[in-house]
């Protein structure tokens, strides 16, 4: 089976919005716009929690069309993967910015 890194995806999206390809579903997402792609990265993000609430297959599947859709997004509003891993190693041995704001149980810290 092959396999994707989360870069290849990227690069691959990428690539497609700067050489879109008639018809294809990712050049489809691109001309429709942000409004569509939000749509998806929603509806994916609801159908991951279902899945997850059924079975690991289909949490399988759904979790990569949503990495898709969310790599859809980051293209189209400018963001590099690269920028995603730099703010995930920026959180490393630090508390998360919620809790800067309120611990889990909502009150102030």
């Known amino acids: 089976m092959a396999e994707q890194s989360m870069e ?3 690069e691959y999206v ?5 050489n879109p390809k008639e018809g294809s579903y990712t050049d489809y997402l691109f001309q429709k716009g942000l409004d569509k792609i939000l749509k998806k990265v929603g ?7 279902v899945a997850a609430k059924n079975n690991q297959e289909e949490l399988r599947y759904e979790t990569a069309d949503l990495f898709f859709h969310l790599m859809v997004l980051l293209v189209e ?3 590099s993967f690269d920028d ?11 508390k998360s910015r919620l809790h800067e704001r309120k611990d889990w149980r909502g009150t102030q810290a």
């Open 77 to 79: 509003q400018g963001l």
């Open 14 to 18: 990428l690539n497609r919005k700067e």
């Open 43 to 49: 509806e994916e993000s609801t159908e991951v929690i």
């Open 84 to 94: 995603i891993k730099e703010e995930l190693g920026s959180r490393v041995g630090t």
């Open 8 to 10: 290849e995806l990227y």
